[in-house]
């Protein structure tokens, strides 16, 4: 007994634990003689007995045995605390099937391992040597080597603990060093796993990453133990599989002391008994799991899971931020990739170098054989146009480009309206794959080219992305791409509507130089055959019953047909246009079954009508030998042809005026000799017949006078008669001369009061006033001067005085009134006699008319007067005027400008 403590007294002067168990089991075997020992110890995390230490015969086949509290010998001993002695195993029902037949085990002596009152496991010995049975005083000696021994593991698991408190220390500190002396993703975690291989019992360390797209857990090269199971690289496993899937799916650690016993094992490792898996969290999200393995039955305790659930922070930490490094290098990598490509857009000369480089570059990410990019051409129209292609072949362009191909149709359409990647992984099984266009690829990729106005089209390559970074990338292209093709397109259309604006401005400025008709024809077409590159440009218009278009002007060929080329209003293209008021494009005239030919040569003809005012006058014409030559001239030939229109018209109305004006001034110059042959006239007879009034006058007063003898009553009636119209005839003749000396003579312009004028003319009519029976009333105020002739103003106040005198009753009266009129001074004379008509007002300023016959033979007078003093106060920049109403009496007026004060001050 003495010699067996001390072997423990010995054993416990190493402080390793695995070290301390092998030489208690080797002293027990020893200390009693027995061919077997085995030292259990209880893992009291799952209530079982696990050997730490076989020795002796078979202790390969005992060293797999675990057995739990109140199984067996060891489960018997390690619950109740007691030794037991057991001197015939096979037929005691304590004893454990778990022991195979082929040990041929006869007795077994079992002592508990306390320590403070507990049991920490059993010491078994088995088979006494030369066979012998165990004794009792076996027994005593056996349970005093126990407790020793147990003092000796106690010590050691202590000292175990302070070893693995610093060896995590340690391996924390390695992992860090490793996370801070490189940025490489695969080389920090080599050597976080390098810090944990080899410590404690941990045998084998694996690290796998969750890929939440595919739902599994995988295996990266760089993460697994290559030397141990290098065929494991790249070993996927599901979620919903075994021990890790486990831990990974319920975010929870899982240590298993033997993966024998657990259903969710999935068998990988053949040597591997335990396993401690410890998942990987950014956050609270699973990104990974800690996976270590050991060969031992329960190897890892809750120390191992503490140790490794702190290291799985620090690693979570440093594959996420490797994650964001690595992913940063992309970003780099990607940002340098789209530089140089925009860079080498934006170089380019042309938009077919844009698409040659977006092409390039598209088949380097894909590794495509063949693509195209497709165009929404004219841009807001709804159909598509192959502008580049890549391994096609051109006829597959020209098939897709003629067929013709619509936006809403083939694969293109979900890309154009979604403004996603759209990938098609089989074009064999997709409906809307267009097969008639020519294209062979398998599977294909459209990336839609998108601006701030929506898609412009599409880049189309085969195959399909490899990855989210060729998908960004091809992304970041096509918006380079697209910019870049909306950039050229713009600057293309800006110059070409700078080049209609020059060809408009051009033509305006010609057309608008000419007043010929034909000269005007002639420009237009010569200007727009050269502006718009074409083989003939020509100008029908109708002729002028409107039933047939006639050709006026031709540039070209169509040049040879002017004067003849004729056709019906609804017959051909040109006739069309005028019947139904629109442009008409035909893009190929040998695809027209109908189409009316003046030249076969013609193979594109676009016509425009002559419209003006809403109504057809011809139409404006181009054409070529190519096909499809004016898919882009419809607008500007529009236009020109809005311009041609007007001008054509105002050409004619000029034309027209200019005729009328001809006419007219012919027509005036006659006038004007007959109106000088009139005055001629007037002036001669007027004087002709003074002279022979004057002879008449003259005997007529001799005869009244006696001085030609003794006359009778009835001669002297008659003489009087003859006098009174001789008198008549002679005013008459004075009212003619004075009307032309009115309308021809210089007159004397002078300051002249126009009140002292009235003063004087009242006077001068008292008498014939009188005679009349009249009263004749003067009102007349201080008035400025006025510039005028004294001799015709003066006839001015007599022929309204006398008038007024002349249409009033006996017993009435006539006021002359002389004011002034703001800068005007204004005369009236008014009477109360048998008034005017409103409807004949405005004609009896007019020469030799009177109001009606009975008007004349009752008052006499040869209508002139009021024509005289119209005539006069005008030509003193002043206007008449009448007031008046029948039995109501009439208010002649007019009025003349005042000379400014400070000019009649002046002098």
């Known amino acids: 007994e003495m010699a067996a403590v001390a072997a423990v007294g010995q054993a416990m002067t190493t402080l390793e634990l695995d070290d301390v168990l092998n030489s208690i089991a080797e002293n027990a075997l020893e200390a009693v003689g027995a061919e077997i020992s085995s030292v259990y110890l209880l893992d009291e995390k799952d209530n079982i007995l696990v050997p730490r230490s076989v020795r002796g015969s078979h202790h390969e086949e005992l060293s797999a045995a675990c057995f739990e509290l109140g199984e067996g010998t060891i489960g018997w001993v390690a619950q109740r605390g007691e030794p037991l002695l ?146 494991r690289a790249g070993f996927r496993i599901p979620l919903d599989e075994g021990i890790t899937g486990w831990c990974a799916r319920n975010n929870k650690p899982l240590r298993v002391g033997d993966i024998r016993q657990e259903p969710r094992y999935v068998a990988g490792y053949p040597d591997t008994l335990s396993e401690i898996c410890v998942p990987l969290r950014s956050g609270q999200r699973v990104i990974g799991i800690l996976d270590v393995q050991s060969h031992r039955l329960h190897a890892f305790s809750e120390s191992d899971e503490r140790l490794l659930t702190t290291l799985a922070g620090q690693l979570s930490t440093i594959i996420e931020n490797s994650r964001l490094f690595a992913e940063a290098q992309q970003r780099v990598r990607e940002l340098t990739a789209v530089m140089q490509v925009s860079q080498a857009i934006n170089q380019a000369e042309d938009l077919d170098t844009v698409m040659s480089i977006v092409l390039d570059e598209a088949f380097n990410l894909m590794g495509s054989e063949e693509g195209s990019i497709i165009l929404i051409d004219p841009p807001g129209s709804n159909r598509l146009r192959m502008v580049a292609e890549r391994g096609l072949g051109w006829e597959v362009a020209e098939a897709f480009n003629s067929r013709p191909v619509y936006s809403h149709e083939g694969t293109y359409k979900h890309a154009l309206r979604s403004g996603q990647i759209v990938e098609i992984a089989d074009t064999s ?25 929506g898609a412009i089209g599409l880049i189309a390559v085969d195959g399909v992305p490899r990855d989210e970074t060729t998908r960004r990338l091809l992304l970041a292209l096509a918006g380079m791409a697209a910019v870049a093709i909306d950039r050229e397109r713009l600057h293309g259309e800006t110059a070409n509507r700078l080049a ?66 004729r056709m019906r209003v609804g017959e051909g293209a040109s006739g069309r246009a005028i019947t139904e008021r629109r442009s008409i494009y035909v893009p190929d005239t040998r695809l027209e079954a109908d ?69 007219l001034e012919q027509a005036y110059d006659e006038l004007r000799q007959l109106d000088k042959m009139k ?55 004075d009212d003619i001369i004075s009307m032309q000396q009115a309308g021809r003579e210089q007159m004397q312009f002078a300051a002249h009061s126009l009140a002292a004028m009235g003063r004087l003319a009242t006077q001068a009519a008292q008498a014939s006033a009188q005679e009349a029976g009249i009263e004749l009333v003067a009102e007349i105020e201080d008035v400025p001067s006025v510039m005028g002739d004294w001799r015709r103003l003066g006839q001015v106040f007599d022929n309204l005085i006398q008038n007024a005198i002349k249409f009033s009753d006996p017993g009435g009266k006539v006021v002359v009134r002389v004011r002034s009129d703001d800068a005007m001074v204004r005369v009236e004379v008014q009477d109360w006699g048998i008034g005017i008509a409103p409807e004949q007002q405005a004609r009896i300023w007019e020469r030799f008319y009177q109001v009606d016959g009975t008007t004349t033979r009752r008052f006499g007078g040869t209508g002139l007067g009021l024509a005289i003093v119209k005539q006069i106060v005008e030509a003193h920049r002043g206007f008449v005027g009448v007031d008046s109403a029948l039995q109501a009496g009439s208010l002649f007026y007019f009025a003349i400008p005042a000379i400014p004060a400070n000019r009649e001050q002046g002098g």
């Not at 810090?195 to 939440?212: H, S, Y």
């Not at 010569?526 to 440009?537: A, E, G, V, W, Y």
């Not at 041609?644 to 200019?658: F, H, K, M, P, T």
């Not at 001799?702 to 001789?726: P, R």
């Open 86 to 231: 057991l001197q015939s195993v096979p037929s005691d029902e304590t004893f454990s099937v778990k022991i195979p037949a082929s040990l041929h085990i006869r007795n077994t002596l079992t002592v508990p391992l306390p320590v403070k009152g507990e049991v920490i496991g059993t010491l078994e010995v088995c088979n006494k040597l030369a066979g012998d049975e165990f004794t009792l005083a076996d027994q005593r000696l056996l349970t005093a080597f126990a407790a020793q021994a147990s003092i000796a593991i106690e010590n050691a698991r202590l000292y175990r603990q302070v070893s693995h408190h610093l060896e995590e220390v340690q391996i924390l500190n390695q992992v860090a060093g490793a996370a801070t002396s490189t940025l490489r993703f695969e080389e920090v975690i080599r050597r976080s796993m390098a810090a944990l291989l080899g410590k404690r019992n941990f045998e084998r360390v694996n690290i796998l990453l969750l890929d939440e797209a595919r739902h599994d857990l995988w295996l990266h090269p760089a993460l697994t133990d290559m030397h141990a199971f290098p065929q």
């Open 679 to 733: 005055s001629e006239l007037i002036q001669n007879v007027s004087h002709e017949l003074r002279t022979p009034l004057t002879f008449i006058k003259g005997y007529v007063e001799l005869l009244q006078d006696g001085e030609m003898g003794e006359m009778s009553s009835e001669q002297q009636a008659a003489l009087t008669i003859v006098a009174t119209k001789a008198e008549g005839l002679s005013r008459l003749v």
């Open 595 to 663: 189409f009316f030919f003046f030249d076969s040569q013609i193979r594109s003809l676009l016509v425009v009508p002559l419209i003006v005012r809403n109504k057809p006058i011809g139409t404006l014409s181009i054409d070529d030998v190519q096909p499809n030559a004016f898919d882009d001239e419809v607008r500007l030939l529009t236009i020109a042809a809005a311009q041609a229109a007007v001008a054509i018209e105002n050409v004619r109305l000029y034309e027209s005026l200019q005729k009328s004006y001809e006419d």
């Open 429 to 453: 099984t997709d409906p809307d794959f267009l097969t008639d266009v020519g294209s062979r690829a398998r599977s294909l990729t459209n990336v839609p080219l998108m601006t701030e106005r």
């Open 500 to 565: 209609e604006v020059s060809t408009l401005y051009t033509l305006a400025t010609q057309i608008a130089s000419s007043l010929s008709l034909t000269s005007v024809l002639e420009t237009i077409v010569t200007i727009l055959r050269m502006t718009l590159d074409c083989r003939s440009c020509s100008i029908f218009l109708l002729d002028a019953t409107s039933e047939y278009l006639q050709l006026e002007a031709g540039s070209g060929p169509s040049s040879t047909w002017k004067g003849i080329a």
